[in-house]
């Protein structure tokens, strides 16, 4: 019983993890940046690019959940669809310096565009 009560904790653990405190590395500053959506996460999920620039990002969405199909950016008002296995370009507008979280509509899928 202790034996299954720790096999538990464990997946509790990991799935907390996972969805809450996973974050892939950040991507350097760069035009053209390609994020790839897939198990659960955006890859690179944290984003650096230039203040008072525009900047196109590049997401490919291999994942088939229904969850990764819209990309939100609320502060910069950006909610796209994205297609399945095709590249989708999103143009992000000059912005001040900041952090801005990027999400699925559900917000499992989560990342950061820092603007420097």
Known sequence: ????????????????????????????????????????????????????????LTFLRQDKSACSATLQLPALSISEELAFDKPTIINVPATTPGEYAFHCQMQMYKGVLVVE
């Open 1 to 56: 019983m202790l034996f299954i009560n720790l096999i538990c904790l464990a997946m509790i653990g990991f799935i907390v993890w996972w969805f809450w405190l996973y974050s892939p590395e950040a991507a350097v500053s760069q035009e053209g940046i390609e994020i790839v959506v897939k198990d659960g996460v955006y890859t690179p999920s944290r984003i650096k690019i230039a203040a008072g620039k525009a900047t196109t």
